[in-house]
């Protein structure tokens, strides 16, 4: 148990639907990632939010939305998906962005296997 | 761009040390070495990060070489839990990149 909680675990969608994963720490981070892992490549860092602040975007299609309420939620909203974004979603926090980039750990959540059909 | 090289899978017997390399030869003075490891469908987990000196905690050991070159992450005393993706991650522009690891099984 790292602090950070993804929901849902396991997500099949359809193209045309629209769906939300959500990510949550009560770690007292202020700063979330999202990272995508496809099967057999490396993860991929999408979102960094820090202080409820978008500081990335890794040129993401704007199919994928994040959404940052609060330091403690980080959600990502899905519409029109393509077969090819069946991946692992992962969300992790730190400290802060600046720390995280200097020399801190991040905590990562369990992850959300997604599945567009 | 990982800026790491590993080879791609070790095996190690049950209560062996486990000795996983990690070349970085082209790393900064001011950059720091981080493991991470995944195990099959869970998210990352930290394990250790070092910038000149050895390191230790209650997971493992980290061994930096002196010219800063290379690495080894040592488990001290393997488990069959201890199967997973090993990531040696040095940051490229500031952001933690992830490789494609080492993928440790453990031998019973």
């Known amino acids: 148990e790292t602090g950070v909680t993804q929901t849902p675990r396991h997500l099949v969608m359809g193209m045309t639907n629209k769906k939300s994963l959500k990510c949550e720490q009560h770690?007292?981070?202020?700063?979330m990632y999202w990272y995508k892992q496809s099967a057999k490549k490396p993860l991929e860092l999408m979102f960094v939010?820090?202080?409820?602040?978008?500081?990335e975007n890794n040129s993401v299609p704007s199919r994928f939305s994040p959404e940052c309420p609060n330091s403690s939620h980080l959600f990502l909203h899905l519409h029109t998906l393509q077969p090819e974004d069946s991946a692992l979603y992962l969300c992790?926090?730190?400290?802060?962005?600046?720390?995280?980039?200097?020399?801190?750990?991040?905590?990562f959540g369990q992850g959300t296997r997604l599945t567009v059909v | 761009d990982a800026k790491t090289t590993q080879p791609p899978s070790m095996d190690c017997a049950e209560g062996r040390a486990a000795n996983l390399p990690c070349n970085h030869s082209?790393?900064?003075?001011?950059?720091?070495v981080y493991w991470y490891r995944q195990i099959h469908s869970q998210g990352p987990q930290y394990i250790i990060h070092?910038?000149?000196n050895n390191e230790t905690n209650e997971m493992a050991s980290l061994i930096i070489t002196e010219d800063r070159k290379s690495s080894t992450l040592i488990l001290p005393h393997a488990t069959l839990r201890d199967t997973a993706v090993y990531y040696c991650?040095?940051?490229?522009?500031?952001?933690?990149?992830f490789g494609t690891g080492t993928r440790l099984t453990i031998i019973p």
């Open positions: 770690l007292g981070h202020n700063a």
């Open positions: 992790a926090s730190s400290q802060d962005r600046d720390i995280y980039y200097m020399n801190t750990e991040a905590f």
């Open positions: 991650i040095v940051r490229v522009e500031k952001k933690l990149t």
């Open positions: 082209t790393i900064s003075g001011n950059e720091y």
């Open positions: 939010y820090n202080f409820k602040e978008q500081t």
């Open positions: 070092g910038l000149k």
